[in-house]
Structures are given as C-alpha cells and as structure tokens.
C-alpha cells in the first residue's frame, strides 16, 4: 500500500524480498545496503532467527525523479524463509508494493522453490493482495554454481506468465542491482497507471496466533520452535549452538561467473550496473494525464483539520506541563526564602 505525505511531499513504496530459506534474500539487501553509490539511505534493521533474518532498510533514490511532484522513498524487506516463520511472512507482505521472488536455480531446490512461490501467493491473497497485479520480479540466483538448473527449465515451473527474471549470483554481486531496477520500475510503473492490486473480496488479516504449531519440511533448514509457548522441564538444559551460516561457509564454485547479456522485459532493460538507478529516466506523468493521482488518497493520509487537533492537544499538555513547574519553582523559591529567614 502506498504511502503518501503532503507535509513532506513523499511517496513511499514497499519492496518485499521472498523466497526459500538461504536463496541468497539476505546477500542482496546486504550487497544493495553495501553499495556506495545508494544514497539518502537510512539505518538497516535486522531481527534475527536461528537460521535467518529479517532485514529492513529504506532509501530514496534521487535518480528517480518524481511522481506527480512527489518524491519518491523505497522501504526494503526480507522475510525468513523457513517454513515456520509463515507468520511473520505474512506480517512482512502486509501492504506491499512489490515483490521480489528469489529462487534458488539448483536443481535439488525446486520442490523449495515451488513451495515458497505458492506459499507467497497465498499470503499475498491472505493480504488482500493480487499476486497477478502485484510488481512482481523473479531472481534466479546461484548461476556460478554446479547442477543448476537452466533458465527455460526454471521459467517453465516457476515463471509461466512471462514476468521479469534476472539472472544472479548475489554473494558475488551479478543481477544485484539490476533485479532492484527492474522492481522498482515496475512498481513506479503500477503508480502511474493507477493499478489496483486489492482483492476487495477477501477478508482482513487476523493477528497471528503465536501459539500455535509449526510444521517443517526436510528441505526446510534449522531447527524449528514447534511452539512460542515454553514449560519448566527437569532436564537440564543444552549448550548453546552458533547459528549455522550457510552462505559464509560455502565452498567457494570451481565454476567461472560469467556476465549475462542484457535482457529486456517490459521496456525494462536488464543490465549489471554499479549505480543501482543511474540508467533510470524520471517518472513524470504525461502532461495528458489525469490530474494528480495520489490527490483522493493523500487526502485520507494527511488530514490537515486532524493534524490541527493533535497539535492544539499537545500544545494543551505542555501548557500544562509549563504551568505545573512554575508552580513547583513558585514553591521552592517560598521555602528558600522561609530557611533564608530563619539562618538570619
């Protein structure tokens, strides 16, 4: 769901990276955080699980331009991929703009990756969310690895609809920033056409109930918590163990990565770059264009009578405040002069 603010002039979009547990979702927003030439980025947050993370930071990128005189701000997510993290995946996909899939392109993670991608569009549906509106961009990551399996091979169980895929190998750098281009361009693209990705017909998301239990499969990694609920046990507790890295601890491939070509999907051109956005043309509307787009929305964002009575509020509690210490000095300054009195 977008997000407007008039104050500020500021349009904010939500990219979600998915996929199965250690398809490289943690390696790309590293490697994006890392890249000197993304400015205007704020602080990345991370909160750990056993085997995986959820990482969030934003940016704005100034290459983009505008839309409708609104500058333009990207948050950017992960989720932990395991199976039994599926709530907070699903609190993560809440209000999402777009979508990055990243598939693991070894031939041994199919099945993980027809899972994930299935359980994506459920949880997309679970938010109200059309996963056939959605921007939606694929990564096959792992291309400098053994036994991987081919494009087309992974377009024909993965892909079907023809969105666009990048080929990659995060740890190295390849595809990084140019899966980042093709989403946002395609995000901004739903913008400007004023596309609706809400499933009206389906109903709200309920809290999540914490308490129950998880299921894991054998392609699932770590250890799952069958239950957030703990009970005194009378056996003594085991060691600690250090989370397993899988990524840090891979071999390194004898296999050469090798620069894909450039490809296009959609008018959007696929090419490695060091600057994630330096290739990327602003996004005004058309002078022909309908008016503003973000005008009824930003109207129910930024209510300037609200806005008013929240400031008269707290103007209201620090005169208060105000009032109350200079009673308690008003005070003091009595009983300095009473001890005053009686020293003389």
Do not use: W
């Not at 398809?23 to 056993?50: A, F, H, Q, V, W």
């Not at 704005?60 to 709530?87: C, H, N, S, W």
């Not at 309908?290 to 103007?315: K, M, V, W």
């Not at 200079?326 to 001890?339: C, T």
Request: a negative charge; hydrophobic letters at 40%; charged letters at 25%.
């Amino acid at each position: 769901m977008v997000l407007i603010n008039k104050a500020i002039n500021e349009v904010t979009v939500k990219l979600v990276y998915y996929g199965p547990g250690l398809c490289g979702k943690t390696t790309n927003l590293e490697k994006i955080y890392g890249n000197p030439k993304l400015d205007n980025k704020g602080k990345m947050i991370s909160m750990s699980t056993e085997t995986d993370r959820t990482l969030f930071f934003d940016f704005m990128p100034m290459e983009l331009g505008t839309i409708a005189g609104q500058k333009v701000r990207v948050q950017l997510y992960t989720v932990p991929g395991q199976v039994f993290y599926d709530a907070t995946r699903k609190l993560v996909l809440r209000g999402a703009d777009g979508v990055v899939f990243v598939a693991d392109s070894q031939s041994s993670m199919r099945d993980s990756n027809t899972d994930s991608f299935e359980n994506l569009k459920a949880n997309l549906r679970i938010n109200r969310i059309d996963p056939d509106k959605i921007a939606l961009v694929l990564q096959y990551n792992k291309r400098d690895l053994p036994n991987v399996d081919s494009v087309d091979q992974m377009n024909a169980y993965l892909n079907p609809n023809g969105a666009p895929a990048v080929e990659a190998s995060a740890i190295n750098g390849t595809g990084v920033t140019a899966t980042l281009r093709a989403a946002v361009t395609r995000i901004l693209d739903n913008l400007k056409r004023n596309v609706d990705t809400t499933l009206h017909e389906e109903p709200e998301l309920a809290a999540p109930d914490m308490s129950a239990k998880s299921g894991v499969t054998q392609s699932s990694a770590g250890t799952p918590k069958l239950s957030m609920k703990t009970t005194p046990s009378s056996e003594p507790p085991a060691p600690p163990s250090a989370p397993f890295d899988a990524e840090a601890t891979m071999a390194v491939s004898p296999f050469e990565v090798h620069e894909y070509e450039p490809e296009s999907y959609d008018g959007v051109a696929i090419a490695e770059e060091e600057d994630p956005f330096g290739a990327m043309a602003t996004v005004e509307p058309e002078p022909d264009q309908a008016g503003d787009p973000f005008g009824e929305s930003a109207a129910e964002i930024h209510d300037p009578g609200a806005e008013r009575a929240e400031l008269q509020s707290l103007l209201a509690s620090a005169s208060a405040v105000v009032q109350a210490l200079e009673a308690a000095l008003d005070r003091a300054k009595a009983h300095e002069s009473e001890l005053r009195a009686r020293v003389k």
